[in-house]
Structure formats: C-alpha cells, structure tokens
C-alpha cells in the first residue's frame, strides 16, 4: 500500500507523544494562521483560477471564518483541554472522578471542492487543537488550490506530525485501506458511504458532513423584498455550490408573483444587469458540473437568468417558476445557481412535502409570523434550522454544525470541532485506603448487604421517598 | 425474514405518528417500565439465575439496580436535559434566538449481549426512550431465558408498536441490521461490531460500539498489595469473569508476583469459601462453547491456582497462571472467563510500551501509591475509561461516560451521556426579518471597506 509507510511513520511520532502538549498544539495553530495571513493572496488568487471565486466570497469564507475558527480554538484551547470533574455518587465521594480530553491518534481529513481552503482547515483547527496527527487531502478538483496546500502547508506545520496527501480516487480508495483513529469526510451521501464502509473494516469512528435538499418554506406573510434579498444571497453565494445553500423555495402561488420581481431586484442590486461581467459572481467548477447543471435548467419555466457560457462554466443566477416535485431538478442537490419555486398551497402542505423527502443539511423558514416559524421547526427534522435567514447559522461558532441521517453524521465548528476529534475517557482515581466501604460489594452476599448496597448507591427521586 | 421488515415499518410509522415527542408521552412510558421492574423482579432475577446461575443479590446490585438509578436520573431530569439550550450569540446575531434543541433520532436499534443480559438491553432503552425514540430491541439470544422475559414484558408495559422486542440468532439479527436506523447501539464483540458498522454504512446511520478487548492491570511495587489484590479478584472474578471491563490480566514486577498470588488466594477464600463450588455467589459460563474456549487458553501454562473444571455445570474454578508470556494463546483473545495470566514486567514504561504495543482496551486499571505514576500511565496510554486503585467502579458513576475507544468501540453511554446520544441536537437560527440594515454588509456588491 503506497501510504503505509506515512502512516506509520505518523502513528510512531503520534505515540512519542510529541502532538500532546498544549504549547505544541498551540504553536502549530498559531503556525496556521501565520499560513492563512501570508497566502492570503495566493488562496484568492489560486479560488479564483480554480472556480472563479470572487475575491469577497474567498475572504469571508475562506479567510475571514477560518481566522474566527481558530481565534476562538487559541483563546479557548487550555479550557477545553482540561479534565473535566464530574458529580460523584456516595460510594465514590471521596475519590477523583473526571473526563480526560484523550486524542484519537493518526486521523484523516478528506476535504471538497467548493470551499477548498474552509473545509480542510476549519476540522484541521480542532484536529491539531485535540493533540492528533493528521493526513489532510485536499479536493483533487480544484487543482490550483490543492498545489497550494500540497507545497505551502508543509512550511508552516510539522512535518512530522501534519502531511498533505494529494489523491485521486483510485489513490484515495488505498488511503482508506490504512487504519486511521478518526475519519473526517466532507462530500457527498454516496461518498459518504464508501467511507464509512472503509471505516468500518478498522472501527475507525467518522463525521460525515454530507448535503441534500435544503427546502426553503416562504409563507405568505412576509417582507418580501428582505425575504428575496437573503434567498438569493444564499442560493447564488458561490455560484450555488454550497452544501448549506437554499436548494428549493416551497410556497404559495400568489407568493410565487411577489417572489419573483423581488427576487429579480435582489439579484440585480447584487450582480447588476450582467451578471457575467460582476467580479462578484462565481462560476461552476468544472464542465462536468457544468454540463449536468445545463441539463436541470430544462424544469418549470425560467423567469430570471438561464444564460450559460460554456467556455466560462457561467449559469447566470437562475429562477425557474412552477416546478413539479417530478422534474429533474427537484430529484438530487442542485449545487448550482438555480432556485427551482414549487408551489404548496399551505404550509402544513410545505411540511408533509419536506418530511416525505431525506432529512437535509438544513430547513429554512421565512415569516413575520413567529408561529408559522416555530411549526416549521418543531414539525421537521434537519441538521440545522435557520429562520427568516439563510447561511448565517453557520457562522456562529457557538453552535454545532452537522447533518442528519442522509446528511450526515456528526458536528463541527469552535468546541465542537475538538470534541469531534477528542475521546472523552472517564477516569476515576481512588483512594487505597477505606477498604471497609468496599465490604459492601463483596461476596458473600446476604439480604442485609444488599439493603445497604441499595442505599449507598441509589439516586432518590426528587420530592418523593419511595420509588413508587 | 419479512418480518423484520414489517416490525421496524410499524415502529417507523408509530414514530411518525410523533406521539412518542411530547415529554409527557416519554415520562409515562419511562414510569411504566419503573413499575414493571418493581413488579417484575423476581421474574427477571430468576430469569439471569437460569442464565449465568447469577445470586439474586449479585444480579439486583449489578443489573437490576443500575437500571432503576439510570430509570429514576431520567425521569427528574428528562425536562432540563430536553429543554432548548441557549448559546453565545455574536455580534450580528445579538438580537436572534440562538439555541440547539435536543430532538429525537428516529427508529434505534438495540442489540444487547449475554453477559449482563437484562443491563445491556434495558440500561440504552431509558436512553432511548427519554430522547423520544422509537426502539427496537434484541437482547441476546444466548442469555435466552432473560431474552425471553424481556420480551415477554416490556410489551404488557410499553407502547407495543414503538417498542417492539425481537427475538432471534444470527439470521435474524443479519436481516435486522438491512433495515434502516437512526442509531444503532451494539454491545458485544469487534469482529460483529465491524459488521455492524457496515450494515450501519449502507445507511448512514450513526452508531455506538460497545466492544471489548483485553483490560491491563498494572500493579506498581509501592502500593498496598493485600488491598489492590483484594479490589482486583472481586473485579476479576465477578460474573465468572464474563464482564467486558474485567481485569483481563495482571502486569507487574516479577518480585512481587508470588504474592500477588498468595494474596488473591487469600482474597478468593474470603469471597467463595472453602469450596468455590458450593458458593450461591460464584456463576457459571454461559455455555459449553465458551467453556471449552476458555479451558482452551490454560493449555501449556503454569497454573499457579486453580484450574479444575467440570463441564456438565460449566464450572471453571478461579485460576490464576504465572510468568505468562505476551505471546501465548491467552494473550491473544479477550478471555471472558475466570482465568488471570500474570505477566511480569520489569518497570512501568515496559508496562505501558506493552500496553501501547496493543489494540486500544476499554478499560485500564493501574494500582500505585504513587499519584505521578499514575498521571503518567493515564497521560500516555489510551482507553476506554480508566481507574486507578480499583476496578470496574467507573461504570457505576453515570457521569462518566462509558464506551471504548479504537477496537475497543466507539461512542458513550449510561445516565445523561444515554440521552445525548439518542438524540440530535439541532441548531436553531431564528432571526428577524426585519434589521436588513445589518445584512446589507454581506450582500454584493463587494467592497475592501465591507470586509
């Protein structure tokens, strides 16, 4: 196997000890924001080339959140880091109970295409922060970026304990025949299962960030201008391709008329008249996406956009109205700068649509009404939920972020990170003396014991005395 | 074989149905399962008698009691651990509701496992239940007079679509596992639990492995050697030696192993008597399987003590072997069974180089009276949980959470860590529609000034 010898190499430093003092973790973080200071330029510039990323989408997602992710790791890293004392029970009251924050050992983390730089470092922080080693290997799609990382990543990490492994699939599909500790996989739900298939012959423990449908329920009573304005910023944000983007917007057909000059308003304050010629539009990464996604443009009828430019991989921002739950486009995650409109006619109807489908990434639910809001919430399931907004829910690193059933499993993002790549062991340390407390649990047994046994160790129920 | 297909479609629509969300629904079912322990104990103390020929003493304090501790935590603290959970808001998200809301999973599956029979199926339910799961359960088939109980019980006491128990071997625990879940909690072995996280893959279903592997046991020179010995027998020779957080075997100086043998010798007496046989505390092997696989690991070692067997009863006495070497058949396999190897090892970094040298146990266990040492070997090993200066009493401290770590599995239970796992926690955004000042910054046309 072509990458035994690095893991084993990383499994040897990993048990020296040497990824484990929290001066070390540090000092690699630091090291990595020194990385995302001085290549600013270059990840713009490398973003730009693979996927015409504009220049203010890549500093807000690959920059700006990067940097907040690992500010908050650096500020917060001694804290997470310590044993954590828990309660103890009467038997154990005098003894040291505690969780110690335990790294996996040697993980991997395989990154995508569309945020190349984001989706590699952000679990990167929490990987480094834990005390792991890590193999990172960046998208094989975005070729420019993937140089970046392979050449200027190693010049700022130890090389002994942080490689960058640039791989196909065929070179990927060895990768994982290696035993890693932890398994951190961003992509796609079939993907993600080849994954966890591998993961499975070494019990190697994973976080799947996959995608999928994000409906997007408008109700009828709304701001319709605010409401256009932030769907399309999240839908047309990277030229659609983002695993958290709006994917469909569900609701009325009088809602649909005012959706659609508002949305045309947005659109054009955002990008002006062409938006080809705007620097702050992107463009689809590859001819295969491209061409996949000129095949779905051919659902509903198209009232904003539907320009392509196939030497470019441009798809103007894209509206199509009265789309069937039938049409190709509302069959798997667009992953383009499309918003397919289906009409509902409520909202309970918009519900019973989200819930017949795969759980996603996320529900989006825009309302004055905070009722219709919260039914929406309480009546579906998803990863994560974002009302009257879209995207921002990740932007806080205070709350967990991750799939659910076909989205994924597992979370991410500030404390969340580390604890993705932290065992938590429970430790308890106790005394050797008072041996005659331990009298109670020996054999040989007798009633007498036993009602002392129960005492000792039962938890009372509030407010009652007997457990009837 | 539809049947499965039919059983796991039931509890799916009951939990579609959505009445298992609501807190009280939960609560009900949780006291309903309160009253079938108080009312069912004899049935269930004599069905783990008939199974590990357990004393009731024994099965209540290290099954039936941890399940009501688990039964009764749950129920006083089901409305905090459900409640939303408000966190840090940035600054522009100063004015939005910012929470994770704990949320059910769906439809989990429970495979339990025959050692502590009642304990491993009942004690991830609560959990389960409480996280407002629909749950099916299958105990193991081999402990199957407990497997019959259970399933004979739980149904006269809980909803029987969103709790169904199902009974059965290998094919229909294979036919299970094609269906889809949204947890499953498998306690047993790492060669199934491997299969079992394929089966999970097809799905992308989370999971918790609750594995084995063999628990070192080091014994450090400066300790009280009559109270560790004494600790570690009790842990060791529990349930037969059939506890997957067993001492599995014994590291220590070779000057010190005889009398860590006399010692637990001396220990062994008190516990069982004159005649381990006769003792109602001391159980028996599973079964014949497992009886001749443990007598199997004895061949070609120095019985130090013990050793005798009878294989009508499946007995095996406590038996204790010496100068043991690391490559031998009993160090290979977790033993499962009332068999102690003592390994002689010359310092505690040859310790812990054999322990690292191994698959990652689910438990460790050091005994020192030196509090640097221990900080060391807890700093460069990795476990499961780990004690010092005792065994196995981790798990009875629910706020620990319990699971292994690399082969030894994956995930955590037992008191809130049950209701964490059972659940999904969801991140809610609610923010206003009104304030598109504050979004104007985001929105293009980009700028310098507005990054």
């Known amino acids: 196997n072509p990458y035994m010898g690095l893991v084993s190499r990383l499994r040897a430093v990993w048990l020296s000890g040497k990824t484990r003092p929290m001066e070390y973790r540090m000092a690699q973080l630091e090291a990595l924001g020194c990385f995302l200071d001085e290549k600013k330029q270059d990840i713009l510039e490398a973003t730009a080339l693979d996927m015409g990323k504009p220049h203010f989408e890549a500093q807000f997602s690959e920059i700006i959140l990067c940097k907040n992710e690992l500010h908050e790791t650096l500020n917060n890293l001694s804290h997470w880091m310590k044993d954590k004392y828990v309660d103890k029970n009467l038997v154990t009251r005098l003894d040291s109970a505690f969780i110690r924050k335990d790294p996996y050992g040697v993980v991997l983390i395989i990154a995508p295409w569309n945020y190349p730089i984001h989706l590699f470092l952000v679990p990167l922080i929490g990987a480094i922060a834990a005390g792991n080693c890590v193999v990172i290997k960046p998208s094989e799609t975005t070729k420019n970026t993937e140089r970046l990382v392979a050449e200027a990543l190693p010049n700022y990490l130890d090389k002994d304990c942080f490689a960058v492994v640039t791989a196909g699939m065929q070179e990927t599909t060895r990768l994982l025949e290696n035993k890693f500790d932890y398994i951190f996989f961003t992509g796609g739900s079939f993907v993600g299962r080849i994954i966890m298939t591998a993961a499975a012959k070494h019990l190697t423990p994973v976080t799947l960030e996959l995608g999928g449908k994000n409906p997007c329920y408008v109700s009828d009573t709304c701001d319709v201008q605010n409401v256009a304005r932030r769907v399309a910023w999240g839908r047309f944000f990277n030229a659609g391709q983002t695993c958290i983007a709006p994917d469909y917007v569900l609701c009325s057909a009088e809602m649909q008329e005012k959706l659609l000059p508002a949305l045309h308003k947005a659109i054009t304050d955002f990008y002006g008249p062409n938006p080809r010629e705007s620097p702050d539009f992107g463009r689809i990464v590859g001819d295969k996406q491209f061409q996949h996604l000129q095949t779905l443009l051919r659902s509903g009828r198209v009232v904003i956009g539907g320009q392509t430019d196939e030497e470019e991989r441009y798809i103007a921002p894209t509206v199509l109205a009265d789309v069937l739950p039938s049409d190709p486009i509302m069959q798997e995650e667009i992953f383009g700068p499309i918003l397919p409109i289906v009409i509902v006619a409520n909202m309970d109807k918009a519900i019973d649509f989200i819930n017949s489908h795969e759980r996603p990434l996320v529900v989006y639910a825009f309302s004055s009404d905070d009722k219709v809001v919260n039914q929406v919430l309480e009546r579906t399931s998803s990863g994560g939920f974002c009302g009257n907004d879209t995207l921002m829910h990740v932007t806080l690193t205070s709350l967990p972020f991750g799939g659910i059933g076909n989205s994924g499993l597992g979370t991410y993002h500030g404390k969340f990170t580390f604890d993705a790549f932290t065992h938590c062991r429970g430790c308890l340390h106790r005394s050797m003396g008072r041996e005659a407390l331990n009298a109670l649990r020996y054999p040989p047994y007798s009633q007498q014991k036993l009602g002392l046994v129960q005492a000792a160790a039962e938890v009372k129920r509030k407010g009652s005395c007997t457990l009837l | ?451």
């Open chain 2, 1 to 451: 074989m539809e049947k499965m297909q039919q059983v796991v479609g039931r509890a799916r629509a009951a939990f579609n149905s959505g009445r298992c969300h609501s807190l009280e629904f939960r609560m009900q079912q949780l006291k309903a399962l309160e009253q079938m322990m108080q009312e069912k104990e004899k049935e269930i103390l004599a069905a783990i008698k008939a199974d590990l020929h357990k004393s009731e003493p024994n099965a209540y304090s290290h099954e039936l009691l941890c399940v009501m501790r688990d039964l009764v935590m749950a129920i006083d603290k089901l409305p905090s651990w459900a409640a939303p959970r408000p966190v840090k808001r940035d600054l522009m998200t100063m004015r939005d509701e910012v929470y994770v809301f704990p949320e059910p999973l769906g439809v989990v599956l429970i495979i339990g496992a025959w050692n502590y029979p009642f304990l491993l199926v009942m004690q991830p339910l609560i959990g389960a239940i409480a996280a407002g799961n629909a749950v099916v359960m299958k105990p193991s088939e081999i402990s199957e007079n407990t497997a019959r109980v259970v399933a004979d019980l739980l149904p006269q006491y809980l909803d029987r679509e969103l709790y169904p128990v199902v009974t059965g071997g290998v094919p229909e625990t294979t036919e299970l596992l094609k269906q889809r879940f949204d947890h499953i909690l498998y306690t047993g072995n790492s060669t199934v639990g491997k299969i079992v996280m394929a089966a999970a893959a097809k799905h992308l279903t989370p999971i918790t492995l609750e594995l084995g592997g063999k628990s070192p046991c080091y014994i450090d020179k400066d300790c009280d050697l009559a109270v560790a010995c004494r600790r570690i027998t009790w842990g060791k020779y529990l349930n037969c030696g059939q506890t997957c957080i067993a001492p599995d075997y014994i590291l220590c100086d070779p000057s010190i192993q005889s009398k860590v043998v006399e010692n637990i010798k001396v220990t062994l007496q008190e516990l069982y008597g004159e005649d381990v046989k006769k003792s109602p505390d001391y159980e028996r092997i599973i079964n014949k399987r497992h009886f001749k696989r443990i007598l199997g690991l004895l061949e070609g070692q120095k019985i130090a003590h013990g050793g005798e067997a009878d294989e009508a009863s499946c007995f095996i006495a406590p038996t204790i072997l010496t100068d043991v070497s690391p490559a031998s058949k009993v160090m290979e396999e977790e033993i499962f069974g009332p068999v102690l190897p003592i390994l002689p090892v010359k310092s505690v970094d040859e310790a812990i180089e054999f322990i690292n040298s191994r698959e990652k146990p689910l438990a460790l266990y050091v005994f020192s009276n030196n509090k640097k040492l221990i900080k060391r070997v807890i700093s460069e090993t990795s476990s499961g949980g780990f004690v010092a200066n005792d065994v196995i009493m981790h798990f009875f401290l629910s706020a620990l959470p319990f699971g292994g770590v690399g082969n030894s599995g994956m995930g955590a239970y037992h008191g809130k860590h049950s209701f964490e796992t059972f659940s999904h926690h969801r991140s809610c955004l609610i923010k206003d529609l009104k304030m598109e000042v504050i979004n104007k910054l985001r929105y293009p046309p980009g700028s310098q000034k507005k990054v």
